[in-house]
């Protein structure tokens, strides 16, 4: 099945938030924000801005009906700052004018005086100087001190991770709308409609009911709009509110790049232990995440990196830490992997320093510690259907690894100024949102008169395909033909209470809400079916869009549909689905978070060169736990792009902030994403053979983040690759692996 978005997509036909029609009359908004990373304001002048033709409002905080905060987890967050200003970009007031031309001018008319104070921007900085957004927290496993003492090998390092530009095609916008009775209608590219129409009522002061939030689909997220898309709806709703006019804000890429928070840096420092025989005995880490200003989502995604910092093994002691770091950077938020990628590559990092000190191939140790069936996770769950060791023997058996690292020796022993490199990258990864109350979804579900069916859930389509499952479940419940269905947009009028789409749960959450809808509509059509033929229920089924009897066909789906009708059947339904079995425990910090994990194996092999630095990804082959997939193409697309996406993470993209707290890799000169030339020439996915899960929406497992974190590999396989040309060469853990740190790698005398 075909991403039911593709024909749209290519003609340019799709309508995305800009695409919308605007009403006549509708105006426009433009932030301005903070010119200092951190200070006090003294004062502000808008007079000029105010006269300027065409300017109608400039709204700060004075100007809100409710309360001035934004922030979800923790209400750390004004929308617009008041007395102090805490990071370069933090808004401060909304200009609304006829023109985004006239908007522009006017935001460089507005003269502001600002008494700076001391700007922190690392975490490790932060955390000195006890500045903190929330208390840490630790995972905690056996007893780490007592096991190191009889360790035969233990090895410590510091590893850093830096942040990543989510860059989604379309920027942060809003489009707000006045209806009847004070309420409003709000177009808004966000992941989570349901928090931006409960904070828009907060900010108001009026009821959530008031606010009603439509998403027909968003040009990429990444996590980065799933909590950072609110403030900007809030502002224009705020606008409409107070002029009773529409308005409209979308931010252009500068405005996106420097206001917007990313993925969280992390600085950490780990501590490893193994015995004789290479089996990681103990583990230790302090993760400093660089949380930025205000908590946003970081305590959520400090939560999953401990839930993943031993990735795919079983480590039987283990102590790991988190920091939240408060920084004066733009608040970081969620992006792909939400906090998970940053885990796992410190515990690989650890790995690799091991083998490197022990002189043996990092994937011996990789192996032997691998999770195996009913195992502990560090957070308590056992390790049920575990298929780390299965992922890892397909990759072998299926791309030959011992006649890949053969033919890779060859190769370096016959060329001195070109080297390859290789390295494996097992990954598991829990699938369920971390807080258990968010683990629920709705479904409403209308058959119309003519057979037509509409489905409406809190699922957000933003390039995953989300959409296209959802058609395929609701149509494959129902036996019709795909062009029955009609996916609508999603609307918090409609199917309200939504958890966001993120957690690579949405499928899983959605579509059984969508199959509990189904399911009770097809029992009452099954009741009528069997009255019309005078039979048993269990002797109809549906399928070609027909009824069938026993395996005749009886008569069309529309007859069906039709007598329905006559006899007063509710032909509408509310689905609603929460996983069952999931639950934690926070004051013990054990429980069964999750109601299942994807595994998967990534081997990468890449060719530097050793004169300017500069380096190919070869070709990444890929055994992965699908389960059952209902759409494989989609799927294997969805893993492709999680692949290059962690590729870029780890090699090209390189947040940059000045000790001022400005951002310095502000346009796409001085920030690389992948383009098709640093993307792998050769991606190969097997998909693993496995049962898959009763909680996976038709036992097809969750697809969106866990491929993200395969990209890990391209770094120690460029570091595998150095050091066959630099023997000398002491492996150093700081990400991303330009080509300007591969360079100096590739000569450096430890």
């Known amino acids: 099945m075909k991403n039911k978005d593709s024909y749209n997509h290519l003609r340019g036909e799709s309508i995305f938030l800009d695409d919308i029609t605007i009403q006549q009359d509708t105006l426009f908004g433009l932030v301005y924000d903070s010119p200092k990373a951190h200070g006090k304001i003294k004062h502000i002048d808008y007079s000029k801005a105010l006269a300027l033709a065409g300017v109608e409002a400039i709204f700060t905080a004075k100007d809100i009906t409710g309360e001035n905060q934004i922030g979800g987890i923790i209400p750390d967050e004004p929308l617009f700052a008041t007395d102090e200003v805490h990071f370069m970009g933090q808004p401060i007031a909304l200009i609304v004018a006829k023109s985004d031309q006239i908007a522009k001018k006017a935001r460089e008319l507005i003269q502001i005086k600002i008494e700076e104070l001391p700007v922190i921007t690392g975490a490790k900085e932060a955390f000195d100087k006890n500045s903190f957004v929330c208390d840490p927290r630790t995972f905690t496993l056996g007893e780490t001190a007592d096991t190191f003492e009889n360790c035969t090998y233990v090895f410590e390092d510091e590893v850093f991770s830096n942040g990543q530009e989510h860059l989604y095609l379309e920027t942060q916008g809003a489009y707000a709308v006045p209806q009847e009775n004070g309420q409003l209608k709000v177009y808004s590219s966000t992941q989570g409609p349901t928090a931006v129409q409960k904070t828009i009522a907060k900010v108001l002061g009026v009821a959530m009911h008031k606010i009603e939030v439509d998403v027909n689909r968003l040009g990429g997220g990444f996590g980065g709009k799933e909590d950072q898309a609110t403030p900007w709806a809030v502002m224009a709703a705020l606008a409409a509110f107070l002029l009773n006019k529409s308005v409209k804000l979308v931010l252009n890429r500068h405005d996106d ?279 048993s229920v269990e002797n109809i089924f549906f399928d070609e869009d027909a009824v069938f009897q026993n395996n005749i066909k009886k008569f069309s789906w ?51 060169d050793c004169i300017r630095g500069t380096y190919e990804i070869d070709k990444v082959q890929i055994v992965h736990d699908f389960g059952k997939s209902m759409t494989l193409g989609i799927d294997i697309g969805q893993v492709e792009g999680a692949l290059v996406q962690g590729i870029g993470w780890m090699t090209l993209e390189e947040i940059g902030f000045d000790k001022n707290g400005k951002l310095i890799s502000n346009v796409l000169s001085t920030y690389k994403v992948p383009d098709v030339f640093s993307a792998p020439k050769k991606i190969s996915v097997l998909p693993l053979e496995t049962e898959g899960h009763k909680h996976a929406i038709l036992k097809s497992k969750a697809v969106g983040e866990p491929p993200l974190m395969y990209g890990i590999g391209s770094y120690f396989a460029i570091q595998d690759a150095i050091k066959a040309f630099n023997p000398n060469y002491k492996k150093v853990f700081h990400s991303p692996y330009t080509p300007e740190k591969v360079l100096l790698d590739l000569y450096k005398k430890n």
């Open 257 to 535: 790049l420097r206001m917007t928070g990313k993925r969280h840096p992390y600085e950490s420092r780990f501590k490893i232990g193994l015995d004789h025989d290479y089996k990681i005995k103990a583990f230790e880490v302090d993760f400093y995440q660089n949380s930025g200003a205000a908590a946003d989502l970081s305590p959520a995604i400090a939560e999953r990196t401990l839930f993943h910092a031993t990735n795919s093994y079983f480590v039987p002691n283990v102590r790991t830490t988190v920091y939240n770091c408060k920084t004066n950077l733009p608040p970081n938020t969620a992006f792909r992997g939400f906090g998970g990628p940053q885990g796992m590559f410190v515990i690989e990092s650890a790995i690799q320093k091991a083998a490197e000190a022990l002189n043996i191939d990092a994937s011996v140790i990789q192996k032997k510690n691998l999770f195996q069936e009913n195992d502990t996770f560090s957070y308590g769950q056992i390790a049920t259907a575990a298929l780390a060791q299965k992922a890892w023997e397909t990759a072998e058996e299926k791309f030959n690894t011992t006649a890949l690292r053969t033919a890779l020796n060859d190769f370096n022993k016959t060329h001195k100024t070109t080297k390859k490199g290789l390295a494996i990258m097992p990954i598991c990864f829990g699938i369920s949102f971390t807080n258990t109350p968010m683990n629920h979804a709705r479904a409403l579900v209308h058959i119309y008169q003519d057979g037509s069916v509409g489905v409406s859930t809190g699922a957000v389509e933003m390039g995953q395909s989300v959409n296209t499952k959802m058609l395929k479940v609701a149509a494959n419940a129902f036996g019709i033909s795909l062009d029955k269905v009609k996916i609508e947009t999603t609307n918090t009028t409609r199917v309200a209470n939504t958890s966001p789409t993120a957690a690579s749960s949405t499928a899983d959450l959605n579509g059984k809400a969508v199959l509990v809808a189904t399911d009770a509509l097809n029992e009452r059509l099954k009741e009528v079916a069997a009255d019309m033929l005078n039979t």
């Open 558 to 608: 529309e007859t069906l549909i039709a007598e329905a009708m006559l006899r007063r059947v509710a032909l509408t339904e509310n689905g609603h689905y929460a996983t069952p079995d999931i639950h934690f425990d926070k004051t013990k910090e054990k429980g069964h978070p999750f109601a299942y994990h994807v595994y998967g194996n990534a081997i990468t092999e890449v060719t530097v």
